[in-house]
């Protein structure tokens, strides 16, 4: 089975959740929006990526063939 690698950093992943709180709390500057907004971007894909190649590794057995 393939593993899986292509995740964010945790730097990355850190700093999204700082914009996310600092949204909540005090709101973004425009340049902070368009970081939060190309992180997320980067996130997503990477997500949506791996969930994939986690759906392309299932293998589907008919008990009553008996693959």
């Known amino acids: 089975m393939e593993v899986i690698q ?3 950093s ?3 992943i850190q700093r ?3 914009l996310a709180r600092k949204s909540k709390k005090t709101g973004l500057s425009e340049v902070e929006k368009s970081e939060q907004a190309e992180l ?3 996130y997503l894909k990477n997500f949506r990526d791996n969930f994939k190649k986690q759906l392309e590794c299932i293998e589907f057995v008919d008990e009553k ?3």
Do not use: D, G, V
Request: glycine share 0%; no cysteine; hydrophobic share 25%.
């Open 40 to 42: 997320r971007q980067e």
């Open 65 to 67: 063939k008996k693959n």
């Open 6 to 8: 292509s995740m964010l």
């Open 16 to 18: 999204l959740n700082f």
């Open 10 to 12: 945790k730097e990355k």
